[in-house]
């Protein structure tokens, strides 16, 4: 079945970094376009970046566009989120799905937390 299990979260302060990384299973990954979405207590999931296929593609999130960084490794089936310029309002769990403006599964993961705190 689909699966995803994302990690790399923790506390960091403004302006800090810190790296994502997101293990996919269970479809056709090297031919699906991925995403990462977040979700803050109290609001909607939102989508935060998405990769094409062949990686030539990026959408981005204006809130995050300059700051982050999304990445693929087919072979290992690996979705990475770079972040850097951390900002208080970046906090929120992390997920990850296939597709690339919105989500192509109903299955989500348990997330990751990034918590960006002075």
């Known amino acids: 079945q689909v699966q995803f299990v994302e990690s790399g979260g923790g506390l960091v302060q403004p302006g800090g970094s810190l790296r994502l990384s997101c293990a996919a299973s269970g479809f056709n990954f090297h031919s699906s376009d991925m995403s990462w979405y977040r979700q803050a207590p109290g609001k909607e999931r939102e989508l935060v970046g998405g990769i094409s296929s062949d990686e030539y593609g990026r959408n981005w999130a204006d809130s995050v566009k300059g700051r982050f960084t999304i990445s693929r490794d087919n072979a290992k089936q690996m979705l990475y989120l770079e972040m850097n310029s951390l900002k208080l309002e970046d906090t929120a769990t992390y997920y990850c799905?296939?597709?690339?403006?919105?989500?192509?599964?109903?299955?989500w993961g348990q997330g990751t937390q990034v918590t960006v705190s002075s």
């Open positions: 799905n296939a597709g690339y403006w919105s989500p192509k599964f109903d299955s």
